[in-house]
């Protein structure tokens, strides 16, 4: 520690530090540009020069380390002298168009200019003109007002991983931009509106609809992905106009995902479901929510035998809902309710851990020394988490893969690219190369695996690292050797003194667990004395009575056809769902309109195990109503006892009490089946959920859905399967599953393993289609 | 005395072959050196023993510099030359590429040596074409001759040196914007500290020297430091070669003692062309501030002379200036270069270059305004000290000494529309 002065006050600071940091720790401003506190220090912007007593110079404060005695002066002539020349250097040809700018009242130009600038220019010569670029849905730019800071083109290097933003030609014609009409398609890229200083890079689908002044900021939580990353919501009269991230260094420090960022366009699409509607002689009519109700109670009630219920619920649903959704389903006897809607092996149930988390916190992923994902593409699936991950590899850890699909990673990694069937013996070859046996099922591949180079090399990066974990993704959730994925990455962790853990799919894929929406587990993640039957088998052995909560028939389960088949069968669908779609339609028999996302209060519990609750942001639109309200309700239509809540939070805290004491704990028991089901003749489908597919609102966020991660479905399949399959590129071929077919454009793509087909699930075009992960057929249309 | 160093050779014919570089002992101080395993901390000492500083400009000690290595760091270290030459005025290096090629190289694994570098590069300016082809060819003949490569003369000691010709921006003749151009991104100084020394090339520690320092070295290490320093005098040691230029009968690089007055260095260049006054000396490249002609006749030219006159020696590039020359149009000329040529990462530098290209344009023109002259000299001001190379001085330093010594001819271009010179 050393002690400096700065405009007379004493502060204790640690050498080596920056001035700037230290100024900011105690509250002094020093105005800057090129200066973040997550990105290299650049030094060019010059506008935090302060005086620093002996130096010859004003220093910039953001790359003067401190050191013992300094004194330093913010303030004085000097340093003013400094930072008004720097701001009317930076003036001189910046447009002064605030009154048509987006970043007008929340501009660190025009706060800086405020402060340092003249109230006239000297400049009498003509302004520089930079025209603007199309650089993707997500961004508008305005080149003219850029000042150059390098903000953008730093965080593409440092933070997203991938190089987009950059500086061409010199001095005055140094322009900022992508390298030859390219777009910005990291899904980190919105954080760049964020860092802008001034109004060159904003959000294009938040562009003239609003003024900073004019908006109110609440906090919310991120409803996509398993991180939980924390939210400023921006709301003018009672709609959510934009959304950006808030500080929160143990989770999302000061970034969010495209998908956080954007989503909330999907709130406002034109199929949002704002009263409550009942088929009548396959007519929809609209009712009121008297009438929905009573009708939904009463066909409930009439089904008689709980067992003939099934509940289905969206992960992406609140802790409440989900709470209430099982003490609904239990009020009426049934133990059948299940959140896995993607999940497509069940051997594992009743042995794997009820509490699973990440093993970790978020913020100790980059201190990993080694990691091994086992199918998970983490990068597009947890944005903010692989960002953690980078952070470790970038600093030398060895991060392996074992994927169906060849990543596009910012980072080196090895990467072992196989079939799904190939996964389970990778995963095998690597336990036996730590020289581990595992039991039943687990001891049968193990056996069977034959420890070759790759999976030494991962075996001893696992074992040779300080801190090491092994982690299974989305892929791997979906697979259909599932219980054996989780068992053998369970044993190679115990073997190599890794940590195990799930990366969790959804935004409350833990959260349903505590709150005991699956058929064995009861709230508090205690084992049901009686079991229900699991997602699969509940449509496998189709059910009188379906309530749907949040999950949308054709897009948001495993198996899309026989979802459909279960439904289209059954006496009564209740879908308590944000948006419609002809699918749902098609399905359901009453349809009640719940608030989104921002519009109801909650709690998620995030894949690291932390418990966030929000507050409404705004009235949900229409004749919505949040879903913990009409739950409630049910429950007391149904004569339920217990159910008289009068706000989210009671519900919350009767669940956390029943959860009190309950750790998370990723200890798999074993499971008895070795059967490969993935193992396939044929080819193998891989159905992995691509980003903005995820769920019912980010489908919708037109702005995302324009990106290239929210490319068409297509049958991607590389070279060589597609010439056995007699394809081209761009030809038009029917897929065939379980006897359903959909026509797609083929697409030749050299990350997909020999004997894999990618049609990846939750987009138009596959609601037809069978299993995430199952053998298909393809000829050509 | 002249040609005593860099130029020794210039006499002979084609002194560019390696034959006749040896034939007046070329490398024969590596050979010893090698032979005798020198110890580097010997090298480095006689090196500040002989006074020699920076001819790129910043006259920095070079032995300094080179001590600043920790030669015993484990790791890849390296040795750069600085070949650039973009300073308005400077041709001497292109001289030494031409006519003595291997001195420079086997200054350069000397310095290798004495640092632990195993790999070097020399960054020639990009419009150096015939220059980089002769240094290309003597690479290609030491290497055959067994100086460079590995287990140089049977010693143990490795090393290879590189040609890298640059893409013809004048801030990549700054050490840490040369240094990021070989590494293959965009020509921009680095923020300092770090420096080179410990964060250079490829982020590992570095000594990058201009080539006439280099190209120096065998001579101060055959000679001996202390006949190096003789040859000048106080504060500026050794000879230097001065690219002299301007209204003269006879512009050219001269290799002359330090401390030699300007007047001898004048004759030497055939004096000012067609008999006329001399009106104004730019000493030491173009953004070294002007000096008068009658001070300057009074001036020798080393650092600490030039410096009390209120410019600097810089690169030793002369520019003389006769009675014709219009000095708004001169610092016009001037000024357009660096608003070109500025990197354009600071602000000052980026903003104010084109700042000032732009008014003195004006004037130039007939366009200037009574205000424009004190602006000036303020725009001047608020970049000089306040960017990360010295570029931003480099463009500030000829506005503020052109004002001060020449402010009634900008004055009569505001007052009358037209040019004082032109008018007379």
């Known amino acids: ?781 | 005395m002249v040609n005593e160093v860099c130029l020794r050779t210039l006499d002979l014919d084609r002194p560019w072959l390696l034959e006749q570089y040896q034939s007046r002992g070329g490398y024969e101080m590596l050979t010893r050196i090698l032979k005798e395993k020198t110890p580097p901390e010997e090298i480095i000492e006689e090196v500040k023993k002989s006074g020699l500083r920076g001819r790129g400009g910043a006259g920095f000690p070079t032995g300094l510099k080179w001590s600043f290595i920790s030669r015993n760091a484990p790791g890849q270290k390296y040795v750069v030359c600085n070949s650039d030459e973009g300073e308005p005025g400077t041709f001497k290096d292109r001289d030494i590429l031409r006519y003595n090629p291997h001195q420079l190289v086997e200054g350069m694994i000397i310095a290798a040596y004495a640092i632990g570098a195993t790999q070097g590069y020399n960054y020639i300016r990009g419009e150096f074409w015939e220059p980089y082809e002769r240094f290309e060819a003597a690479l290609k003949e030491a290497r055959e001759a067994g100086f460079l490569g590995e287990n140089l003369l049977d010693s143990g000691f490795d090393f290879e040196l590189h040609a890298h010709l640059g893409g013809g921006a004048y801030v990549c003749g700054e050490e840490t914007a040369l240094l990021e151009s070989i590494e293959g991104k965009k020509g921009q100084p680095r923020f300092k500290p770090p420096f080179p020394a410990h964060f250079g090339l490829y982020g590992r520690p570095t000594i990058i020297n201009n080539t006439e320092s280099l190209a120096s070295i065998p001579m101060i290490l055959k000679e001996g430091g202390p006949w190096f320093a003789d040859i000048g005098v106080k504060n500026s040691g050794g000879s230097k070669l001065f690219s002299i230029s301007g209204n003269l009968n006879n512009p050219g690089v001269f290799e002359i003692p330090m401390g030699t007055p300007f007047s001898e260095l004048l004759e030497m260049a055939g004096g000012v062309k067609g008999g006329r006054k001399l009106k104004a000396v730019i000493p030491g490249g173009s953004s070294a501030p002007v000096i008068p002609g009658e001070q300057m006749m009074d001036l020798t030219m080393d650092y600490d002379a030039i410096a009390e006159a209120g410019s600097m020696l810089g690169s030793g590039a002369v520019i003389v200036l006769d009675d014709t020359n219009c000095m708004v149009k001169v610092l016009e000329r001037m000024s357009y270069f660096y608003h070109e040529e500025s990197c354009g990462q600071c602000t000052p530098c980026r903003e104010g270059t084109g700042w000032l290209y732009r008014v003195i344009s004006r004037i130039e023109n007939g366009q200037g305004r009574q205000e424009d002259l004190d602006l000036l000299n303020d725009v001047a001001a608020r970049i000089s000290g306040r960017t990360i190379c010295a570029l931003g001085d480099a463009a500030a330093g000829p506005v503020a000494g052109m004002l001060k010594h020449f402010r009634d001819e900008f004055q009569y271009h505001i007052d009358h529309k037209k040019c004082l010179v032109g008018a007379g």
């Open chain 1, 1 to 781: 520690m050393v002690t400096i002065e700065v405009n007379g006050r004493e502060l204790k600071a640690k050498a080596g530090d920056m001035l700037i940091e230290v100024t900011d720790e105690a509250g002094i401003d020093i105005p800057r540009f090129c200066y973040h506190k997550k990105l290299s220090i650049s030094a060019s912007c010059r506008q935090c020069l302060v005086e620093v007593k002996n130096a010859p110079k004003p220093l910039p404060a953001c790359a003067t380390p401190v050191m013992e005695g300094m004194k330093v002066f913010t303030r004085s002539p000097l340093a003013l002298a400094a930072q008004k020349g720097t701001m009317e250097f930076l003036l001189i040809n910046h447009p002064l168009d605030c009154p048509i700018c987006d970043q007008g009242g929340e501009c660190e130009l025009q706060d800086v200019a405020v402060a340092c600038g003249s109230d006239a220019s000297r400049f009498v010569e003509g302004k520089r003109v930079v025209p603007a670029k199309n650089i993707g849905p997500l961004i508008a730019t305005e080149m003219t007002r850029c000042i150059h800071c390098t903000r953008c083109v730093r965080f593409g290097e440092e933070i997203a991983g991938i190089r987009e933003m950059g500086a061409t030609g010199r001095g005055e014609h140094m322009v900022i931009g992508t390298y030859i009409e390219k777009s910005i398609d990291s899904e980190l890229s919105g954080n760049i509106i964020d860092l802008c200083p001034v109004g060159a890079l904003t959000s294009k689908p938040f562009r003239f609809s609003a003024r900073a002044w004019e908006l109110t900021q609440v906090e919310g939580v991120a409803p996509h992905d398993s991180v939980g990353s924390n939210l400023h919501l921006h709301l003018r009269s009672n709609k959510v106009m934009r959304v950006a991230p808030k500080d929160n260094e143990s989770i999302n420090e000061c970034w969010i995902s495209d998908r956080d960022r954007f989503s909330y366009q999907g709130l406002y699409s034109d199929d949002r479901l704002t009263v409550p509607k009942i088929k009548q002689s396959g007519e929809w009519q609209d009712v009121t929510w008297e009438v929905a109700l009573d009708m939904a109670a009463a066909g409930l009630q009439e089904i008689g035998e709980g067992e003939q219920i099934a509940t289905l619920v969206s992960p992406s649903s609140t802790l409440e809902e989900l709470y209430l959704a099982q003490k609904v389903t239990r009020g009426l006897g049934s133990n059948n309710i299940d959140y896995r809607l993607r999940q497509g092996d069940f051997r594992l149930d009743g042995a794997e851990p009820a509490f699973s988390w990440l093993g970790l916190k978020i913020s100790e992923i980059e201190n990993l020394n080694a990691a091994l994902l086992v199918g998970s593409n983490t990068r597009k699936e947890q944005p903010i988490l692989a960002h953690n991950l980078r952070k470790a590899a970038v600093s030398g850890a060895k991060v392996h893969f074992i994927n169906p699909l060849q990543l596009e990673l910012n980072y080196t990694a090895g990467q072992q690219l196989t079939t799904p069937a190939g996964m389970v013996q990778s995963l095998a070859a690597v336990a036996k190369a730590l020289g581990a046996t595992g039991e039943g099922a687990a001891a049968k591949v193990i056996d069977k695996a034959v420890a070759d180079d790759d999976a030494k090399a991962i075996a001893s990066a696992l074992k040779d690292a300080d801190k090491a974990a092994v982690m299974l993704g989305n892929i791997a959730a979906a697979h259909p050797d599932y219980s054996i994925l989780c068992v053998l990455a369970s044993v190679v962790a115990n073997a190599s003194g890794a940590t195990f853990g799930f990366l969790a799919e959804a935004a409350n894929s833990v959260g349903a667990r505590l709150a005991g929406a699956m058929p064995h587990l009861l709230p508090g993640a205690k084992v049901a004395a009686e079991k229900g039957l699991d997602v699969m088998k509940l449509q496998k052995l189709p059910r009188k009575g379906y309530l749907l909560l949040g999950a949308e028939p054709g897009y948001d389960f495993w198996d899309a056809g026989l979802t459909r088949n279960a439904l289209e069968s059954a006496d009564l669908v209740v879908a308590l769902n944000t948006h419609t779609s002809p699918a749902l339609e098609a399905a359901a028999d009453i349809m009640l309109p719940i608030a989104a996302f921002a519009e109801t209060s909650g709690t998620y519990v995030n894949t690291a195990g932390e418990w966030q609750s929000f507050r409404g942001a705004v009235k949900p639109l229409g004749e919505a109503r949040p879903a913990w309200k009409v739950l409630r309700v049910l429950g007391n239509l149904l004569d339920q006892e217990d159910c008289e809540y009068t706000s989210s939070e009671q519900v919350r805290d009767e669940l956390a009490s029943l959860c009190e004491g309950v750790m998370p704990d990723n200890s798999v028991g074993k499971t008895e089946s070795a059967d490969l089901q993935s193992a396939v003749d044929g080819l193998i489908r891989i159905g992995d959920v691509p980003p903005y597919a995820l769920d019912s609102l980010v489908r919708r966020a037109s702005a995302l859905q324009q990106t290239k991660d929210a490319a068409p479905a297509a049958i991607c399949i590389n070279a060589e399967e597609a010439k056995k399959a007699g394809l081209a590129d761009c030809d038009s071929a029917v897929v065939t599953q379980d006897g359903r077919e959909a026509t797609l454009p083929v697409s030749i793509d050299a990350n997909i393993p020999d004997g894999c087909v990618r049609i990846s699930a939750g987009l138009a075009g596959t609601e037809t289609l069978g299993a995430q992960f199952g053998e298909v057929t393809l000829e050509k249309a």
